[in-house]
């Protein structure tokens, strides 16, 4: 393997929550009365880009946010349809990783309810560690986090690489002095660009088990792309 260290983000890298995090923030946009002016694909694309992003794009209050992420966060019999589950390569590569003597670890903006998800879907085996909002650190992609996973767990940088679905994932990567991935990125951003055209990551891949395949990751089958 390229790497021995994988630190995953999670919404829409690991899990495929975005169709979820668009029905709840939608649901706020219309009670706001600003969903006619929007189109979900638009609120979807900068979503991508970041929250912060999002909001300045739909104008959504900081009450209706709050509420937002409230729903995001339910989980169990009280989460909003669809739900958020695991892409269906997921389990197949953070499995493989340990197998082939790697370690996963996980940094989300999420809150405790990634720990939730991970237990749920029999995943939190294959993690040594994870940094969630509860924690405190500086946003994405400010590298605190990053190089707090790095102290704790006696890493070397060298061996270590960012993994997400958005360029502030990686970027928290690479400000750490870390390499930095792109996975699962949609087809083009706000502006138009192509995600892998525009990134500064060290590697791209469309799919969690192509990214599997450019890292040397053995033990992944290709009929399990996400």
Not at 15 to 43: K, Q
Not at 84 to 107: Q, T
Not at 120 to 147: C, I, M, N, Q, R
Request: net charge negative; glycine share 8%; proline share 6%.
């Amino acid at each position: 393997m390229k790497y021995l260290n994988y630190i995953w983000d999670f919404d829409g890298t690991i899990f495929d929550s975005y169709p979820h995090t668009v029905r709840c923030l939608w649901d706020e946009l219309t009670a706001e009365g600003l969903a006619d002016s929007l189109s979900r694909e638009d609120v979807e694309q900068h979503i991508l880009v970041s929250f912060n992003d999002m909001k300045r794009f739909t104008g959504i209050s900081d009450e209706a946010y709050e509420r937002f992420l409230e729903r995001t966060h339910r989980i169990g019999e009280e989460e909003i349809e669809p739900k958020a589950v695991p892409f269906p390569d997921a389990e197949a590569v953070l499995s493989a990783i340990v197998k082939n003597g790697g370690r996963n670890y996980l940094y989300t903006h999420r809150n405790a309810t990634a720990r939730w998800y991970l237990d749920a879907y029999g995943l939190t085996p294959y993690f040594a560690d994870l940094v969630t909002a509860e924690e405190g650190f500086p946003s994405k992609p400010a590298p605190d986090a990053v190089l707090a996973l790095i102290a704790r767990n006696s890493l070397d940088p060298a061996d270590c690489v960012m993994v997400g679905d958005r360029e502030i994932d990686g970027m928290s990567g690479k400000n750490a002095g870390i390499a930095g991935a792109l996975v699962n990125y949609p087809p083009f951003l706000p502006d138009g660009t192509s995600p892998a055209d525009v990134t500064k990551m060290d590697y791209t891949a469309g799919s969690l088990t192509e990214f599997a395949r450019i890292m040397g990751i053995e033990g992944v089958s290709e009929t399990k792309a996400g």
